[in-house]
Each structure stands twice: as structure tokens, then as C-alpha cells.
């Protein structure tokens, strides 16, 4: 993963797709993010209507939290987006992040294939291999079953 991610040019495209990875969203859901989501007291990261607009909290690493607060650091977005895209007001495209996921891909040459939904299975499948319990998996990823 880290190699992966490593091979991310754009500070901001780095951040997005961190954040799918670390925290196991949706492209969509990580797009849409605003800064008002993080509470870094609770650790954790709110998801408001994601998928089947179901509301989840999800969990927020210190890795993680440090990721998005160096992006923002040096960034210093405008707008409500903590990830805004090209059309000013709105947040950056899913769109956008499958292109920098396939051009980290090819750039990366790992020989699986690597989208912006495999790095959500991955947090899944980490979760599960440092022996967390399927149910608390299925409740950060938002499965109901």
C-alpha cells in the first residue's frame, strides 16, 4: 500500500485515496468529505449519506489524521470540500480519483489490479488479518450484511 501510495503525484489525490484506504470508503464517499467531518477528540470520521443515505462513523488512525492535516496545511482548500474538484463549489469527481488510481497503477507495477475500491478491500482485509471481528468490519465498512 504504501508503495501504491507513494507513487501519488498530487498532494491532494495522495490524500483522497489515503483516505479511501485508511478509513475503507467509497470513492464516493471520501469525495465527498467535508473538513467538519473529522473529530479528532472521538477519533473518528463521519460519513454522512453514504451508500442507501445510511449516516456511520468510521475510524480515524493518527496516520490518517496526520495525512489530512498536512493536505490541509498545504493546501488550504477554499469552498466546503475538503477535496474540491475543478468546477469551483463542487467536490473533486470520482472520476478523478479512478484516473490517479490507474496512473499510480502503471506507474506502481504491481501486477494485481488496483482501483479506488480495492484499496476499501484492502482496509477490510487488514482489519481481518490483525484479528478484528467480521461484525465491527461489516458496521466501518457499512454492509448490513
Excluded: N
Excluded at 16 to 39: F, M
Excluded at 113 to 130: G, Q, W
Amino acid at each position: 500500500m504504501l508503495h501504491f501510495l507513494g507513487c501519488i503525484e498530487s498532494f491532494k489525490h495522495q490524500a483522497i485515496l489515503t483516505t479511501c484506504y485508511a478509513a475503507g470508503l467509497r470513492v464516493s464517499e471520501a469525495t465527498r468529505r467535508k473538513p467538519e467531518a473529522i473529530d479528532r477528540q472521538r477519533m473518528v470520521l463521519r460519513v454522512g449519506q453514504g451508500k442507501g443515505q445510511k449516516d456511520r462513523y468510521v475510524m480515524l488512525s493518527a496516520g490518517l489524521l496526520e495525512v489530512l492535516t498536512d493536505y490541509w496545511c498545504a493546501v488550504r482548500p477554499t469552498g466546503i470540500w475538503m477535496f474540491p474538484g475543478a468546477v469551483a463549489g463542487e467536490p473533486m469527481s470520482t472520476r478523478a480519483a479512478d484516473a490517479t488510481c490507474r496512473q499510480a497503477h502503471r506507474m506502481s507495477k504491481l501486477s494485481k489490479p488496483v482501483t479506488p475500491h480495492s484499496l476499501r478491500h484492502a482496509f477490510a482485509v487488514h482489519l481481518l488479518e490483525a484479528g478484528t471481528d467480521l461484525r465491527t468490519i461489516q458496521l466501518l465498512v457499512g454492509h448490513r450484511s
